[in-house]
């Protein structure tokens, strides 16, 4: 069993999670990287060493999903770590996974969002996990071909179940959330959000306060585009999936280069990476409660973790603003 987790994890400020009762870090760590889909170099040893990490440096929230791999890698990787700690520790942590999204036999990505496939893909999430209920469980996303109010009745009977705590949507409108929660309530909601991408500020954060629902964003280092170790000139191996994604390519690149040369300032200033600069911001953002930071190592989830120790002023918050504008 592992110890507990050493100072600074202990000294982290958690926030409420909307309405839920729950208690998160502001930084969590995304368990899409160590699911080795599209992550370079991805093994079971890192991966679960970067898992004991992010709870060492005082994370306690986890983003997972069924879809995260072909066979559940992802979802099985953070039961095995969770199985080093007791269950007083485990108490402690908050799980989130995602049913709606898997892998055809042929690699292809199937959004299915029958209810019986929501049924069956938690019962076999709970087992990949190794816990009782799932803390948050999320909708993956919408499923064109079955009726949104069919899928939040699927969720709603699991609420019923005891088998998850809460319930989440992601990539869903808002006008997709309004037809979900006349079958079911909405406690989180999972969009993206960086400081390339901050579209959710016009009417999804507003509408999310005004229903008192949690906002915890995804993408906030851009697939590591605002991770600061991307610059100019950079050479992508030839499997580098993110090549397919237009902000690593073009215009949309040099402009996130023009955002990491005032972003540096910032990180000199402090003597911190680029990370702990951007993770932080994205943090403190209005309406967000927290968000969640991708790694496959380690170290990498150790720097995203000590954005929740860095002190911005508010001076400095607003002059990143003033940059993005
Ligand atoms: N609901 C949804 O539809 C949805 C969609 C996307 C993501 N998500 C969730 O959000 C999480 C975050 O998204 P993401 O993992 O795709 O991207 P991200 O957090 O924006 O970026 C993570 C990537 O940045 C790089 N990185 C991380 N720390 C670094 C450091 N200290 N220095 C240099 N590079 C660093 C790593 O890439 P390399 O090491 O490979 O360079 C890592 O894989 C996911 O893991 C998942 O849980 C949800």
Not at 131 to 137: A, H, P, T
Not at 165 to 193: A, D, R, Y
Not at 207 to 228: E, F, N, T
Request: aromatic content about 8%; some cysteine; overall charge negative.
């Amino acid at each position: 069993m592992k110890d507990q987790p050493q100072s600074p994890g202990n000294q982290v400020t958690r926030r409420l999670l909307g309405s839920t009762g729950l208690e998160v870090s502001p930084v969590a760590m995304g368990c899409w990287p160590i699911a080795g889909m599209t992550s370079i170099g991805v093994n079971d040893a890192d991966s679960l060493a970067t898992l004991h990490a992010a709870i060492d440096s005082g994370i306690n929230f986890f983003d997972s999903a069924y879809g995260y791999g072909a066979n559940g890698e992802s979802e099985c990787l953070l039961g095995k770590a969770l199985a080093d700690y007791t269950a007083s520790q485990r108490r402690e942590l908050v799980i989130a996974s995602k049913a709606g999204m898997h892998w055809e036999p042929d690699g292809a990505r199937k959004f299915d969002a029958s209810p019986d496939r929501i049924a069956s893909q938690c019962d076999e999430s709970l087992k990949r996990i190794g816990v009782d209920q799932i803390d948050v469980y999320y909708l993956h996303a919408p499923d064109p071909a079955v009726p949104l109010q069919d899928s939040a009745g699927a969720f709603s009977d699991l609420l019923q179940q005891g088998k998850i705590g809460c319930v989440g949507v992601s990539n869903l409108s808002i006008e997709q959330m309004e037809m979900f929660m006349t079958e079911c309530p909405i406690s989180v909601v999972q969009p993206p959000f960086n400081m390339l991408q901050q579209q959710i500020r016009i009417d999804l954060i507003p509408w999310c306060q005004r229903h008192d629902i949690a906002v915890v964003s995804y993408w906030p280092l851009m697939k590591g585009l605002l991770a600061g170790a991307i610059r100019r000139g950079h050479t992508f191996a030839g499997n580098d999936k993110r090549l397919t994604y237009d902000v690593f390519k073009g215009a949309a690149f040099e402009q996130a280069q023009g955002l990491l040369d005032d972003v540096d300032t910032i990180a000199v200033r402090h003597a911190v990476s680029v990370v702990e600069v951007v993770v932080n911001w994205t943090f403190n953002q209005p309406g967000i409660t927290a968000c969640l930071c991708g790694a496959k190592r380690d170290w990498q989830i150790k720097q995203s973790a000590s954005a929740m120790q860095l002190k911005l002023g508010q001076d400095e918050l607003d002059w990143i603003d003033r940059k993005l504008v």
